[in-house]
């Protein structure tokens, strides 16, 4: 399925603004709705179908399977990336003096589960650095040594940066260091392969690319290395669930062992839900379009004066997040919302984040909006908050 226009009247915001912010969330589209809302009238009315609902269950893992071309006993539910994360950074075995790297582009929820390691185990935390923007290799050689365990990194970093993945997994698997990847920003917008990447562990919240709103997710563990992970929380295997108590330790295959207690039916409708409309349109489809709306908006915006564009935003970089900075970040945005235009504030800038529903008309109205308000503000006159451009 490729008729824009067709998925665009399936997200009603769609006809409210122009939304611009779905590095921050992305709204449901309607069969999401219709899902949970279908689910929680069959609870109202029929109590709860188990069998229906674990049904639904594998059906996420597969899906989500296909999506990041792992297999479906890899792959469980979790309720967000940072739980991912934190299942991740206690899970992979680690003693005192040893160490792992994250970098300093990472969302502060790919570096709190890591922090958390120093005090209670003693654990060291490195940052690979940036340069212009930039993560590399070779700035990562100098930081790794006999006792560096893992490489935590986003595939797309909150700001727009797409990271070139497999170079570091290829890098990790040499040092036999663990490779972790939060994937909230890519996973849904742009193509991801686990094997082809060399990932041990990916996060993924579905609030994002996933569009199933927050409080679920998935979980990759890579077969490869899951016997080696230990287990924080542990629950009995679900088929296990009602037995009699017993002390024999039994843990559930593949990546259910991370599972603990009953999941998120909700959450797991929506995502199905979601991951079926993902599946319709596919992602090879998915990602040209969104880089094509950020190249627009990168073309236009570059061409104004007292912008500076943050995201690097060569062929293989460029995630179609676009983040930028004016003179005055917090008034350009408040300028955006005032002429219905929602973008976020983050980090030194301004966060822009089309995504398939939306329209090259849209980025043209935006980047007229950026420019006419910039004019407005370098001439001091009050700006205009109903723009007449759209
Ligand atoms: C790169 C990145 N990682 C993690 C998060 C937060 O993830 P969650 O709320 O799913 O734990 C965000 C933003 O929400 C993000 O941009």
């Known amino acids: 399925m490729k008729d824009w226009s067709e998925i665009r009247s399936q997200f ?3 006809s409210r603004m122009i939304y611009l912010d779905a590095a921050c969330i992305v709204p449901s589209p309607h069969c999401v709705v219709q899902a949970v809302s279908d689910f929680y009238r069959n609870l109202s009315e029929n109590g709860e179908d188990r069998t229906a609902l674990e049904g639904k269950i594998e059906s996420v893992r597969e899906k989500f399977a296909k999506l990041i071309n792992a297999t479906p006993d890899e792959v469980t539910l979790i309720k967000n990336t940072t739980e991912g994360l934190n299942i991740a950074a206690n899970g992979i075995p680690l003693n005192a003096g040893d160490n792992v790297i994250i970098t300093d582009l990472e969302h502060l929820n790919n570096v709190y589960p890591w922090l958390n390691l120093k005090e209670r185990k003693g654990v060291e935390v ?53 490779f972790v990847v939060d994937g909230i920003q890519g996973v849904g917008r742009l193509a991801l392969d686990v094997r082809d990447c060399w990932v041990d562990i990916l996060a993924c919240g579905g609030h994002k690319g996933l569009m199933a709103g927050r409080g679920i997710g998935c979980l990759y563990v890579s077969k490869e290395i899951i016997d080696t992970l230990d287990v924080t929380f542990a629950g009995p295997p679900v088929d296990l ?49 969104d880089l094509h ?15 500076r564009i943050l995201s690097p935003i060569h062929p293989g970089e460029s995630s179609g997040i ?39 008309e849209e980025i043209t109205t935006t980047i007229n909006t950026v420019r006419e ?6 001439s001091h006159q009050k700006p205009i908050w109903d723009s007449n451009s759209r």
Request: proline share 4%; with cysteine.
């Open 12 to 14: 009603p915001i769609t």
């Open 126 to 178: 490195r940052i690979l650095k940036s340069r212009n923007g930039r993560l590399s290799l070779e700035d990562l050689k100098p930081i790794v040594d006999q006792r560096t365990r893992s490489l935590s990194i986003s595939s797309v970093t909150f700001t727009g940066l797409k990271i070139d993945l497999k170079p570091f997994g290829q890098f990790c698997k040499e040092h036999d260091m663990y």
């Open 241 to 289: 669930r009602h037995e009699p108590v017993s002390t024999e330790f039994k843990q559930a295959e593949g990546a259910k062992k991370f599972d603990a207690g009953g999941a998120n039916y909700s959450g797991v409708c929506a995502l199905d839900a979601a991951l079926s409309f993902l599946e319709k349109i596919g992602i090879s489809n998915i990602e040209p379009y």
């Open 293 to 307: 709306l950020g190249q627009v908006l990168v073309d236009g915006l570059r061409e104004i004066r007292g912008i």
């Open 322 to 360: 676009v983040s930028i900075t004016t003179q005055d970040n917090r008034q350009m945005a408040k300028i955006l919302e005032a002429n219905n235009i929602q973008v976020s504030c983050r980090g030194s800038g301004i966060r822009i984040s089309p995504h398939f529903y939306n329209t090259e």
């Open 373 to 378: 308000s910039l004019e407005q503000m370098r």
